[in-house]
């Protein structure tokens, strides 16, 4: 079975410019959410979707925003892109999006440059 | 607010155990992962803990909560060249997904 898929694997954007990262879930997964981590950095929680509603966001401005489909993958746009948006974005899904535990499951990333 | 520190370097001989420290803040987490990065690589979940537990062993990984101190450690045994990664401790609360990590441990095995 296919993992969590992104893409694409890199971008290189320059300011100002906008950028659409795409995340698969792994099959029958409802949940996805949204990671940023920034280069020697432990990744941080931006958006969390769940049956295509929104259920968590991270401090974040309002230039990044996210939606999920009905099969359940997901996009996330940041717009006015700056430099300190360069990141490498993981996507993770899991089975739901409750309290109680179920693994997420991560993907290998976009690694965005903003030039 | 949560927080989650970590050293950022650890190296180790080849067969020697590693220890990998943790101090979180937020007293709600649920649970506490560990997960193992490998360059060029995502996320690899290697191991968690519920915080209602002190102690959980996996093989050759066994994972110390102290939930009065908020100290999680990860101890990995026999440690091998293939252990060479970031390990980033992170923990979980609220209703929904949100996951807050560490910076991450460089670990570094010496053959």
């Known amino acids: 079975d296919a993992g969590v898929t992104q893409s694409p694997t890199h971008l290189i954007k320059t300011r100002g410019q906008h950028v659409t990262l795409r995340c698969s879930p792994i099959?029958?997964?409802?949940?996805v959410s949204w990671y940023q981590q920034v280069l020697g950095q432990g990744p941080q929680f931006i958006f969390q979707?769940?049956?295509?509603?929104?259920?968590g966001r991270g401090n974040f401005p309002d230039r990044f925003s996210a939606r999920q489909f009905p099969n359940y993958s997901s996009e996330l746009n940041v717009n006015a892109l700056l430099l300190g948006d360069s990141a490498l974005y993981l996507c993770?899904?899991?089975?739901?999006?409750?309290?109680?535990?179920?693994?997420?499951?991560f993907g290998p990333g976009t690694r965005l440059t903003v030039l | 607010g949560e927080d989650v520190e970590q050293s950022l370097f650890l190296s180790v001989r080849e067969g020697d155990s590693s220890v990998i420290n943790c101090t979180y803040t937020?007293?709600?987490?649920?649970?506490l992962y560990w997960y193992k990065q490998e360059p060029g690589a995502g996320l690899q979940l290697l191991t968690y803990?519920?915080?209602?537990?002190d102690m959980k062993q996996d093989q050759r990984l066994t994972v110390l909560l102290n939930k009065k101190d908020k100290h999680l450690s990860l101890r990995i045994a026999d440690t091998q060249t293939g252990d060479s990664a970031i390990y980033f401790c992170?923990?979980?609360?609220?209703?929904?997904?949100?996951?807050?990590f560490g910076t991450g441990t460089k670990l570094q095995v010496i053959p």
């Open positions: 937020d007293s709600s987490s649920t649970y």
């Open positions: 979707y769940y049956e295509k509603e929104e259920r």
């Open positions: 993770a899904s899991s089975l739901s999006g409750t309290d109680t535990y179920n693994e997420q499951f």
């Open positions: 803990i519920f915080s209602n537990m």
């Open positions: 992170a923990e979980k609360s609220g209703g929904y997904q949100k996951v807050t």
């Open positions: 099959s029958g997964h409802k949940s």
